[in-house]
């Protein structure tokens, strides 16, 4: 049995009149860890093992924590500011922000820009009525828009939701003129049991079926790595996306102008660095290899 373990790293935005450095959300990252290890001389007594387990997951979290936002304090003390940017839409905003203070991660509200933000504004500038087939708690974020009479489809992740009836509903909405609004086409994303299927091939399939685009509104496209920057109040060409995903963050990043580092962690597969064009500014082994080239060299 494999146990797994989840911290905060891969993901930001940081930004200085010279440079802004965006990192994506890959907030709980996988980390093996053997059952076996850490745990001898306990013999066969589970409930000591599970004890000495969660007392090391506990103590690795808090270590990866300190490694992490010791870049990012890093980055901030040498004048750059700091956002991070994620896809998920798998929680609302304030549901993510208090996990991740949980978890002891000093982040603050205004550094996390997502994808549902993206899309609630996009909504509200069309005055569409959504179906939205995200998960219940993504819900919050949408608040106050009205889903009656829908007369848009709305897709992010939303495992719970995606079925034969509530699929073929939007497709018949669509084929009736509804548009088709993707938070984001991920592929896949990972979760603690290993990769799964993301919200991109269930709006394909849309695609597919009904011989309509989708809109997409979350990385990669380059309105949402715009809007990110538009806080910051800096360009493209003073930023660096930090990401674990080559095509959604980095290639999205450097597609919208700004230079892009890929990490070999997280949802990160051998070879990433070759499947887009131009390949990545650089590939580095973790978040912390990314900060010192980005203070050594970028600024």
């Known amino acids: 049995m494999a146990l797994t373990l989840y911290s905060l790293i891969q993901s930001v935005i940081l930004c200085t009149n010279a440079i802004a450095v965006l990192h994506e959300e890959r907030f709980l990252c996988k980390l093996g860890w053997a059952a076996d290890q850490g745990v001898g001389g306990f013999g066969d007594d589970l409930g000591i093992k599970a004890q000495t387990h969660n007392l090391v997951r506990s103590v690795r979290t808090v270590m990866r924590g300190q490694t992490f936002f010791s870049g990012t304090t890093r980055l901030r003390n040498a004048s750059v500011t700091v956002k991070f940017v994620t896809n998920t839409t798998k929680e609302s905003k304030r549901n993510l922000l208090e996990r991740l203070h949980r978890l002891n991660f000093d982040v603050q509200e205004n550094e996390i820009f997502t994808s549902l933000s993206a899309a609630r504004s996009l909504i509200e500038q069309k005055n569409h009525r959504p179906l939205l087939l995200v998960e219940d708690s993504a819900l919050e974020d949408f608040t106050g828009i009205d889903t009656s009479e829908p007369n848009a489809v709305v897709i992010g992740l939303a495992p719970e939701h995606f079925n034969y009836q509530t699929l073929n509903k939007a497709f018949r909405m669509i084929l009736d003129g509804a548009p088709l ?119």
Do not use: W
């Not at 919208?256 to 962690?265: D, E, N």
């Not at 949802?267 to 290899?289: A, M, Q, V, W």
């Open 181 to 299: 609004i993707a938070i984001h086409k991920a592929r896949y994303y990972k979760r603690k049991d290993g990769l799964a299927l993301g919200p991109g091939p269930f709006v394909t399939g849309l695609e597919y079926a009904t011989d309509r685009k989708a809109s997409v509104v979350g990385k990669p496209e380059k309105t949402f790595f715009m809007q990110a920057l538009s806080d910051l109040g800096c360009s493209p060409g003073e930023a660096v996306m930090i990401g674990d995903d080559a095509r959604d963050d980095v290639g999205g990043a450097q597609n919208a102008g700004m230079l892009g580092i890929l990490v070999r962690s997280g949802k990160y597969r051998e070879g990433d660095e070759n499947k887009i064009s131009p390949p990545p500014h650089l590939t580095c082994d973790s978040f912390p290899d990314a900060v010192e080239h980005i203070l050594q060299n970028l600024l």
